[in-house]
């Protein structure tokens, strides 16, 4: 397994819109064992693969805590089919916006429809952190970050710190 470079805010490369997974095969599975170890080695919760640069439907997530078995899903081509009306608020952090969190509200309960690593089409209800997790990477594979659920004011801010650095960070990656 590879650990592969993460792509970082402001990247225009994370506004794009991902296309679906045409086939669940042996290497869309080695492009999720490599999500997977990228994910664990930052470390972080969850991933979309437009975050490593790759612009497809795919996600993975794992919830466990420290200490815990590792508890990795894969997930294929989402679609939430139901939202709650009831909504939660969790502190929301990503990857691709390293060291930068804020409270984001969402609907509490999801009900989502995916294909898994073996291609099986899966239906779950999702609350608590799952749901929330599922619409952040959700959100990922629409060009959406959390930022965009915050205010205007907290999100030039962050741009703007965003951008700066930018400026002082050699190139992630190279276009050849
Ligand atoms: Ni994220």
Redesign the pocket.
């Known amino acids: 397994m590879t650990i592969k470079p993460l792509i970082i805010l402001p990247d225009p490369v994370l506004r794009q819109l991902s296309k679906p997974v045409e086939r669940v095969d042996n290497d869309l599975r080695k492009l999720a064992d490599d999500m997977l170890e990228t994910m664990y080695d930052a470390p972080?919760i969850?991933?979309?693969a437009i975050?490593v640069g790759i612009p497809l439907r795919l996600l993975v997530i794992d919830l466990a805590k420290e200490g815990e078995e590792p508890a990795p899903m894969v997930v294929v081509n989402p679609e939430i089919v139901n939202s709650s009306d009831e909504r939660s608020t969790y502190e929301?952090?990503?990857?691709?916006?390293p060291d930068y969190y804020a409270e984001v509200e969402r609907p509490a309960t999801v009900r989502a429809k995916f294909l898994d690593r073996d291609g099986k089409q899966q239906e779950i209800t999702a609350e608590g952190l799952l749901a929330t997790c599922l619409q952040?990477?959700i959100?990922?594979l629409n060009g959406v970050?959390?930022i965009d659920h915050i205010s205007r004011l907290k999100r030039d801010m962050v741009m703007r710190k965003f951008k700066k650095l930018a400026k002082d960070r050699p190139p992630s990656r190279l276009v050849g």
Do not use: R, T, V, W
């Open positions: 972080g969850g991933l979309a975050q929301e952090g990503c990857l691709s916006i952040h990477e959100d990922h970050l959390f």
